[in-house]
T-cell receptor, first 110, second 115 residues
């Protein structure tokens, strides 16, 4: 089983739609969780950290479920500019160990 | 503005050549990382360093070595390049610790082709 798993997609959604991605992780000792965004032919950039209590940043909501070992990202009112690959990142379970998921591709369609 | 730079955007080398990929960060970060990114496999950690002259193997260190002589610079070395090392190489840096301190800042990447 992969340490961090994501549905690769692509998710093709119309503008204005709500879309959700999940990411599961296998190491129960994992400590920190993040969503990164990677545009085509660009480097990944931090979208948001994921806290146990859940957190929201505008149209984006991230949640963590430690019992089931998954994190989620919800995007409301999708924009064309949201089209990108979303990478789930899990750290901990070893000194500064960092593991990236393979990413979920989102395509927002006019 | 935070910045991670990589020495080349595109590089073409021949099998058996020794290849150096350089990464420099200007944020005084302790941690630095080298990844490779391949379609369907995502980012895979090759090596990381949490301090000058310190290094730790990541998930796929075979065929690679690293050097961290100065805090701001982290070099990835392919001792004898092979065609299966054709990939996008991404360098990143971060502060130590947990939570938001673990945000990684990435360089623009080096697309390496080994012929």
């Amino acid at each position: 089983r992969k340490e961090v798993e994501q549905d690769p997609g692509p998710f093709n959604v119309p503008e204005g739609a709500t879309v959700a991605f999940n990411c599961t992780y296998s190491n129960s000792a994992s400590q920190s969780f993040f969503w990164y965004r990677q545009d085509c032919r660009k480097e990944p950039k931090l979208l948001m950290s994921v806290y146990s209590s859940g957190n929201e940043d505008g149209r984006f909501t991230a949640q963590l479920n430690r019992a089931s070992q998954y994190i989620s990202l919800l995007i409301r009112d999708s924009k064309l500019s949201d089209s990108a690959t979303y990478l789930c990142v899990v750290t901990g379970g070893g000194y500064q160990k960092v593991t990236f998921g393979t990413g979920t591709k989102l395509q927002v369609i006019p | 503005d935070v910045k991670v730079t990589q020495s080349s955007r595109y590089l073409v080398k021949r099998t058996g050549e020794k290849v150096f990929l350089e990464c420099v960060q200007d944020m005084d970060h302790e941690n630095m990382f080298w990844y490779r990114q391949d379609p369907g496999l995502g980012l895979r950690l090759i090596y990381f360093s949490y301090d000058v002259k310190m290094k730790e193997k990541g998930d796929i260190p075979e065929g690679y070595s690293v050097s961290r002589e100065k805090k701001e610079r982290f070099s990835l070395i392919l001792e004898s390049a092979s065609t299966n090392q054709t990939s996008m190489y991404l360098c990143a840096s971060s502060l130590p610790g947990q939570g938001t301190d673990n945000e990684q800042f990435f360089g623009p990447g080096t697309r390496l082709t080994v012929l």
